[in-house]
C-alpha cells in the first residue's frame, strides 16, 4: 500500500517539502524542463522542485516533445558537448532566452536528444567547469555534472546575475538530508560517501 502523496511536490505527505519551495521566483530565462518519463517518479527527483520553484519555468514529460516554441525566444539546449559554449557567453542578453533542460539519467537525457531531432539541432550551452554537486545521493558520471535542480540554479545564477536563485535549493537540500536519515547514517557511509 502506498503512502499518500502530496499532490504538489509529489512527496509522501510526511515529508512535503512544498513549505521550503519558493514562491514563484521570477527569471527573464523561460526553463524548459523536458524530464524522462522514468525519471517522474523517482524519488529523488529535482526537476519538479524547480519548476515548482519559478514562475517562468515548465516541466514535461516523455520522450518524445513537440516543439512549441513561436519563435520569439531564442532558444538553447542546457548539455554539455564539444560544440557547447559556456553558459557565460550568452551574457546578459536584452532579449530573454528559452533554456531547455534535459532531465533524467545521463544516458535518458541523451536519449531525449537522440529522439528529438528538433531538440539535438538547437545550440548547447555548458556550465562552468569544476562545479562540485551537492546531490549525495546519485553517483556522478564525470566531473561537475549536476542534479537538474542544481544546473537549472548555476545556469540561471550566471544568466541573470546579479539576482541570485539559491533559494530553489532549500528543498533540494532537505529532499537529500531526509533520505540519508531514512536510511541511517551507517548506511549512508556504507553505500554513498565515497560518491562525494
Known amino acids: 500500500m502506498s503512502r499518500p502523496r502530496c499532490s504538489r511536490c509529489q512527496r509522501p505527505i510526511s515529508r512535503c517539502l512544498c513549505a521550503l519551495i519558493p514562491a514563484a521566483l521570477d527569471s527573464r530565462t ?11 517518479g523517482h524519488a529523488l527527483n529535482t526537476a519538479r522542485l524547480a519548476a515548482l520553484g519559478l514562475r517562468n519555468a515548465t516541466l514535461q514529460v516523455g520522450e518524445y516533445f513537440e516543439d512549441d516554441c513561436d519563435g520569439a525566444l531564442q532558444s538553447y539546449v542546457l548539455f554539455p558537448g564539444d560544440d557547447a559554449v559556456p553558459v557565460g557567453r550568452l551574457g546578459c542578453s536584452e532579449t530573454p532566452i528559452r533554456l531547455i533542460v534535459p532531465d533524467g539519467t545521463w544516458r535518458k537525457a541523451r536519449k531525449i536528444l537522440h529522439l ?6 538547437l545550440p ?3 556550465l ?11 553517483k556522478a558520471p564525470m566531473p561537475g555534472a549536476l542534479s537538474t535542480i542544481e544546473a537549472i540554479v548555476t545556469a540561471l545564477d550566471v544568466l541573470e546575475a546579479p539576482s541570485q536563485f539559491d533559494a530553489l535549493l532549500r528543498p533540494f537540500e532537505a529532499l537529500i538530508e531526509g533520505q540519508i536519515n531514512a536510511m541511517g547514517e551507517e548506511v549512508y557511509r556504507r553505500n554513498h560517501a565515497d560518491r562525494q
Open 30 to 40: 523561460h526553463i524548459l524542463i523536458l524530464q524522462h518519463t522514468s525519471e517522474a
Open 116 to 121: 528529438n531531432p528538433w531538440l539535438a539541432a
Open 124 to 126: 548547447r550551452v555548458a
Open 128 to 138: 562552468p567547469e569544476g562545479l562540485t554537486s551537492r546531490y549525495r545521493l546519485r
